[in-house]
């Protein structure tokens, strides 16, 4: 089993920046891919960014192509999302998930998630 735990989320004016982590216990991330979703009320979960087990492909979704940068730090078994140029529609409930396949964009193809960190961008 693998436990992860996101934090990093908050409040922050547009164009401010943030920076989620997401911890792993229980099993090593390194032989998994990692991604991260955000849901905002009402829609449902979507794709923000990926990257696969080796850390060689990495691909976003073309909402935040240019502004977030997903990585993943193998010694602390942790992942990230810097998020830059924030704008209020980033706003939402923030997710990390781990796939022992490949990484994917559909939220069905992972098998482990956290809780959720929220990040809120006023205008």
């Known amino acids: 089993q693998v436990q992860l735990v996101e934090s990093g989320g908050g409040l922050v004016q547009a164009g401010g920046s943030l920076r989620l982590s997401c911890a792993a216990s229980?099993?090593?991330?390194?032989?998994?891919?990692v991604g991260w979703f955000r849901q905002a009320p009402g829609k449902e979960r979507e794709f923000v960014a990926r990257?696969?087990?080796?850390?060689?492909?990495?691909d976003y979704a073309d909402s935040v192509k240019g502004r977030f940068i997903i990585s993943r730090d193998y010694a602390k078994n942790t992942m990230y999302l810097q998020m830059n140029s924030l704008k209020p529609e980033d706003t939402a409930v923030y997710y990390c998930?781990?796939?022992?396949?490949?990484?994917?964009?559909?939220?069905?193809?992972?098998?482990?998630w956290g809780q959720g960190t929220q990040v809120t961008v006023s205008s």
């Open positions: 990257i696969s087990w080796s850390g060689s492909n990495i």
């Open positions: 998930a781990a796939s022992p396949r490949q990484s994917s964009q559909y939220v069905a193809a992972y098998d482990y």
């Open positions: 229980g099993r090593t991330l390194s032989s998994y891919a």
